[in-house]
């Protein structure tokens, strides 16, 4: 992981998708070849401007923040930055997506795992913790900023929101049937725990460095159990 912001995912455009497929001659190597590790390197820079992007969203918001201001943090002329990124759209974009993916693989593993819905909240409540620890600043965007998506980005988000909130849903209410969690509202619950575990990221940076473990104990007992 090269930044604390995001995880890129870059896949080999048409045309270098034919050339590798070609690989039995040194040219189509060699043009391979190059093309990675021109990749990398973009790659390499690019993450670095989402991550200095992503604390000046953090600190200021997404629609006070400019492509100049985002250029000049980095110590690069403005019109440096469009040679690895296209807009400030597309650093919002990587910044919400990537995360709201993250969540959305871990719910997808915990939805088919041979536990209890006990068991599978207390999972959900850690993966919220583990994410908030590792991305604070790209959580700030997806909180804050994830209405200034567009297009297929912004339905693609709500999707998966949709989709989370619906899973977590569907296990409260399954615990609730098996009488392992109290009878109150699914609703309640859902934002109670929600609520909470997505401003977490507030609370743990001016808190300062916690341990994980004892974050992820102390938490999931107070959010399942209550502190009486």
Request: hydrophobic residues 40%.
């Amino acid at each position: 992981m090269a930044t604390s912001g995001s995880r890129l995912r870059y896949s080999l455009p048409d045309s270098h998708r034919e050339s590798s497929n070609k690989t039995s001659t040194p040219n189509a190597k060699l043009t391979l070849i190059r093309y990675l590790s021109n990749s990398m390197k973009t790659v390499t820079r690019k993450e670095e401007i989402i991550n200095v992007a992503s604390q000046l969203f953090k600190e200021k918001g997404y629609s006070a923040v400019s492509m100049r201001d985002i250029a000049q943090e980095m110590g690069m002329k403005a019109a440096s930055l469009y040679n690895h990124i296209e807009s400030k759209q597309e650093i919002l974009s990587v910044l919400v997506l990537e995360l709201a993916r993250m969540f959305t693989s871990g719910m997808e593993e915990v939805l088919p795992a041979r536990l209890s819905p006990l068991q599978k909240i207390e999972k959900i409540i850690q993966l919220h913790i583990e994410i908030t620890v590792n991305y604070s600043e790209a959580l700030a965007a997806l909180n804050n900023d994830w209405m200034h998506l567009e297009g297929d980005d912004l339905d693609q988000f709500v999707q998966m929101r949709e989709d989370y909130e619906e899973n977590f849903r569907s296990i409260i209410k399954e615990g609730m049937e098996l009488g392992q969690l109290r009878p109150h509202h699914p609703e309640v619950i859902l934002f109670s725990i929600l609520s909470t575990l997505r401003t977490l990221y507030l609370w743990y940076q001016k808190r300062g460095k916690l341990d994980v473990n004892v974050l992820k104990k102390d938490m999931t007992s107070v959010l399942l159990r209550g502190i009486v």
